[in-house]
């Protein structure tokens, strides 16, 4: 008997095997508008369900800043939708002061500027005037209208929907590097490291709190994303990691543990960070993502950690998806399965948000591969 779309990913997560590999997928605004264009629909549950990307449910919490909220527009350019205030047509600020500018191709976007750029890392007191969402801008889901029990009652149906909950914060170093300017942090590691501590203890507090609050309505799995690597290294180099982020992100999860000992907890970083992967093992992650191919092979990945942790990603953006074949996009999926899917412990997924430069017969290729390989048979050994 088929199972269920949340039965299937918790079988993956757990490391059983389900009837067949889960999906997962992030999608560019033009993405999803040819999608919907190709399958004739407006609706994007129903593209997700012509695909096979089904279960996953986001239900994460937000901030709402008031003197922010009052100002903020919601506008589009090219397809990109953003919430923010506008000083032109692509470039807005968000609740943090931060400046971001949408590329003239509407196909990313740009960091410009942050408050505590100009701060002197000598200053430790700066990084107590700047103003930060603290907890007490902490908010629900608009839909929930800031009453925390409708909050958990919303998670809770969304599982009864066969949903499997997810709740997202940013990795606190990516916050700290749009704050403060990517050259100003990973000097201030070296030189400024009390400042930076104090400014890492402040966005620890809030997404501390907000994983915590996430964890206790009852989703299934939290998710920390931001990059901490380059294609072929960590930014800030693997010990300045353990002495500075490791002990706050063993913390944060820790704490969610203490509240469901069962909770997910999954970490996304492009680039190669297998110098971090036994780190990320020992403090409690145990949902990697992306695996990316160009960077790190999937199947070294499985033979080192594949008992500890589940692969979610493994399929290349840079390369097979955007510019191979269908044959070799079905045979790419189909590979990684074999190779890694073997008792469970994977979630086949592109290694990033799937860019309009990919062929729609890829994108379909791709999770259709996943959707039609019979993974049973893979029990218990490499295929």
């Known amino acids: 008997m088929p199972m269920t779309p949340r039965e299937r990913i918790l079988a993956a997560l757990r490391h059983q095997v389900p009837d067949r590999t889960p999906t997962d997928g992030w999608f560019h605004d033009e993405v999803e508008a040819r999608l919907k264009k190709h399958y004739r629909t407006e609706k994007w ?14 239900c994460g ?6 003197e922010f909220e009052a100002r903020a527009e919601e506008r589009s350019y090219k397809g990109m939708t953003r919430r923010g205030i506008w000083s032109d047509e692509r470039t807005y600020a968000d609740e943090w002061g931060m400046v971001t500018r949408i590329g003239e191709s509407g196909w990313y976007e740009e960091w410009c500027d942050g408050p505590l750029v100009a701060a002197d890392g000598e200053d430790v007191a700066a990084v107590g005037k700047c103003f930060m969402p603290g ?12 009453d925390w029990g409708r909050y958990a009652a919303k998670v809770a149906d969304l599982k009864r929907q066969d949903g499997f909950v997810t709740g997202g914060i940013p990795n606190p170093y990516k916050v700290a590097w749009q704050l403060r300017g990517m050259d100003n942090v990973l000097a201030d590691y070296l030189v400024n490291r009390e400042f930076l501590e104090a400014l890492y203890d402040r966005l620890y507090a809030l997404y501390g709190e907000m994983a915590k609050r996430m964890t206790r309505a009852g989703a299934d799995m939290i998710t920390v994303t931001g990059d901490v690597a380059m294609q072929d290294r960590i930014i800030m180099g693997p010990d300045t990691w353990r002495e500075v982020d490791k002990p706050r992100m063993a913390k944060l999860i820790a704490d969610c543990r203490a509240i469901n000992p069962d909770v997910f907890m999954f970490i996304h970083s492009d680039g190669n960070v297998t110098d971090l992967m036994d780190d990320l093992v020992e403090i409690g992650f145990n949902v990697i993502n992306p695996i990316q191919p160009e960077c790190m092979d999937p199947v070294e990945v499985k033979k080192r950690w594949g008992d500890r942790i589940t692969i979610h ?28 899917g073997y008792n469970g412990g994977l979630v086949v997924f592109p290694s990033n948000v799937i860019q309009p430069d990919t062929p729609t017969e890829n994108i379909i290729a791709c999770f259709h591969a996943a959707r039609d390989f019979e993974v049973a048979k893979l029990k218990g050994r490499p295929g």
């Open 45 to 58: 549950s129903d593209v997700l369900n012509e695909l096979g990307v089904v279960g996953w449910k986001g």
């Open 313 to 340: 990603g493994g399929v290349s953006l840079q390369q097979t998806l955007p510019r191979g074949t269908v044959a070799e996009v079905r045979a790419e999926v189909e590979t990684l399965i074999r190779k890694c």
């Open 61 to 66: 919490l937000r901030l709402s800043v008031p």
């Open 135 to 146: 907890v007490e801008h902490i908010a629900t889901p608009r839909d929930c209208a800031g």
